[in-house]
């Protein structure tokens, strides 16, 4: 039941996006929305709701953000073994530019509602879209979007260059 409901809400946010973007009117300059940069969007799916749900933790946004920042986790990270001159275990994060970002959105957004300065709504899908976009650029060329993460410190300023990314079908 409850993965039904956030199949039609990621359904419905996909076209409320899709609808926004067609809505553009590229001979007005208030409506035009810049795009830096374009990926291919290509979160699967069945792979998000296939986790089990013992290695999910608890998400104040939701059981879709918990499934998709542990997809990121597992996309973005691995375990070094020990070595002989290396006895511990390390994470190792692959283009730790992005996931450190959204590392950072994340802390962010639970902040901000729980201080009721953002709705839970409107954290919700800004973080959601900033996931698809991390997601989904994983294996691409990203090093001019990377770039642009570094430069960027602050929370609105990360969370800026995160929505200059046009994820196409």
Known sequence: MRRTFYLVLLIVYSLSLSAQEISCDENKADSL??????????????????INDEELTDHPLGDNIARKLYLLKETYTYIEHPTP??????????????????QKLNRYYKKQVKDGEMSEEEAKIKLNQYLDVAI??????????????????????????????????
Do not use: H, W
């Open 85 to 102: 001159t290396s006895p511990g275990e390390k994470t190792i994060i692959t283009k730790p530019s992005i996931y450190n970002s959204l």
């Open 33 to 50: 929305k810049v795009y830096k940069f374009c990926f291919r969007y290509c979160v699967d799916e069945e792979s998000l709701y296939s």
């Open 136 to 169: 989904s650029i994983f294996i691409e060329n990203t090093e001019s979007f990377e770039d642009e993460l570094r430069k960027a410190r602050k929370p609105d300023e990360i969370s800026e260059v995160f929505s200059m990314v046009m994820l196409k079908q």
